[in-house]
T-cell receptor
Framework: ELKVEQNPLFLSMQEGKNYTIYCNYS?????LYWYRQDPGKSLESLFV?????AVKQEGRLMASLDTKARLSTLHITAAVHDLSATYFC??????????FGTGTRLTIIP | DTAVSQTPKYLVTQMGNDKSIKCEQN?????MYWYKQDSKKFLKIMFS???????INETVPNRFSPKSPDKAHLNLHINSLELGDSAVYFC????????????FGSGTRLTVV
């Protein structure tokens, strides 16, 4: 069964701190995406990771992919309030089936 | 110049009614999808069409019927609506077997009363 699991599901962190969200998936894939969703909004693409060892950074967010471990991480550096949102990882399986993780609801506290 | 547009944005209807949600993309993508996001924010794929051909049909009640008149449009018709159908439905598109990513519409919030 295809599974994409994220942890933690909920994360409350103080501004200025660092933290990492983890995404594990059950079946081989070489394409992984990270999305951000604000309340009541659509999904905004953050990163596309296409190969083992891929690392991408945008501002305070950095994503990496280890296809052998079937693990991706989203690292947040020196969090700011604007980063409060729900973050999803999603993995492509056969037939272009994009399967989402459970989501991590991130709240940044001043 | 919305890339993936859905209508309506909000839909409130009574149990037992039939309703449709429309989706159009102007990105030239050849694959379109419907996703359902439940109250716990979990996103699950429902259907996928590639060049008007159904390629993914997840375990969805047959009250849900997608229709793709051309590769730029994918509509979702729902018969005999039930309370459990209340959710946000997202349309998305991608280019088959390319790494350009998936683009999502703004969502349709369906409330069945």
């Amino acid at each position: 069964e295809l599974k994409v699991e994220q942890n933690p599901l909920f994360l409350s962190m103080q501004e200025g701190k660092n933290y990492t969200i983890y995404c594990n998936y059950s079946t081989t894939s070489d394409r992984l995406y990270w999305y951000r969703q604000d309340p009541g909004k659509s999904l905004e693409s953050l990163f596309v990771l296409l190969s083992n060892g891929a690392v991408k950074q945008e501002g305070r967010l950095m994503a990496s992919l280890d296809t052998k471990a079937r693990l991706s991480t989203l690292h947040i550096t020196a969090a700011v309030h604007d980063l409060s949102a729900t973050y999803f990882c999603a993995v492509v399986f056969g037939n272009e089936k994009l399967t989402f993780g459970t989501g991590t609801r991130l709240t940044i506290i001043p | 110049d919305t890339a993936v547009s859905q209508t309506p944005k909000y839909l409130v209807t009574q149990m037992g009614n039939d309703k449709s949600i429309k989706c159009e993309q102007n990105l030239g993508h050849d694959t379109m999808y419907w996703y359902k996001q439940d109250s716990k924010k979990f996103l699950k794929i429902m259907f996928s069409y590639n060049n008007k051909e159904l390629i993914i049909n997840e375990t969805v009640p047959n009250r849900f019927s997608p229709k793709s008149p051309d590769k730029a449009h994918l509509n979702l018709h729902i018969n005999s609506l039930e309370l459990g159908d209340s959710a946000v439905y997202f349309c998305a598109s991608s280019q088959w077997d390319r790494d350009y990513g998936y683009t999502f519409g703004s969502g349709t919030r369906l409330t069945v009363v």
